[in-house]
């Protein structure tokens, strides 16, 4: 489990986050949402414990992240960074286990094959493309968690060099982590994705939580699109912070709808009304 209380993270006389309390269960996904800059990544590297807060704490598995070693760190979280910046000659498979504390080549492999890069453990890593390097890095921290219960999965954007057909794999990946048991955070820009997968969502606006969503409830036989519709709007001001983007952020909550009316399965995660996540005051 992931515990923050009031964290406060300060740069050069700025406040970029102010007093985020999160509790993020184990084998649950939560979302962080927010125009750029709002503090997501901030946030996610206040929890991996790789930015220390001005106040505030931050536990893993009921120890707090400041008095952890880099080892224990990296045995009870595993972080997927919004890039790499990896230029060394390793193979795929050698990058997958730098994640590991007791190299397998075996879970190497099968943490390959989780990202659909399994024929690729031989390459050099520099020569693959941007969206293959990212995929690799995913398995890298598959592999971190593997078989260490209760360890946190902390997701820096991971689809965001990905086509529809690899976030669906990014998706799959984040609920099959969160299935065995582990707490899942991910930081989101693309609403299909946290609809697919998330549990609850963090909205983030200029370094403060705007809300916590509920927990988003399956809307499987029929959706109030009107509802969601003119819930859109208080949403997305709240998201975006820019209601210049209020159409193309319809667009795409309209597309995830039209698919999940379609889809008429009763399970939690394939169906999301935008407007239950925000009731009203």
Known sequence: ??????????????????????????GEVVALLGANGAGKSTLL???????PPAAGCVWIGGRD???????????RRAVLRQRSWLTAAFTVLEVVQLGQ???D???????????????????????????????????????????????????????????LRQRRMVEQVARAAAAHGHPVVLVAHDLDVVARCADRVLVLRAGFAVRLAVDLLPLVLRVDFAAVLRAAD??????????????????LIDRVLREAAGLRRAVARDVVCVGTAFPPS
């Open 105 to 163: 080549d075996a879970a190497a492999r099968r943490c390959l094959g989780m990202v659909g890069m399994e024929g690729f453990a031989d390459r050099v890593y520099p020569t693959l493309s941007g969206g293959e390097q990212q995929r690799v890095q995913l398995a890298r921290v598959l592999a971190q968690i593997d078989g260490r219960s209760g360890a946190a999965l902390l997701l820096d954007e991971p689809a965001a060099a990905l086509d």
């Open 1 to 26: 489990m992931i515990e923050a209380r009031g964290v406060v993270v300060r740069a050069g006389g700025r406040t970029l986050l102010d007093r985020i309390s999160l509790d993020v269960a184990d």
């Open 45 to 51: 590297a206040a929890l991996a414990g790789d930015r």
């Open 65 to 75: 992240v400041a008095r952890m070693s880099a080892r224990e760190l990296a045995g």
């Open 101 to 103: 504390l007791c190299p």
């Open 234 to 251: 208080r949403v997305l001001d709240l998201v975006l912070g820019r209601p210049a983007e209020l159409l193309t952020a319809l667009v």
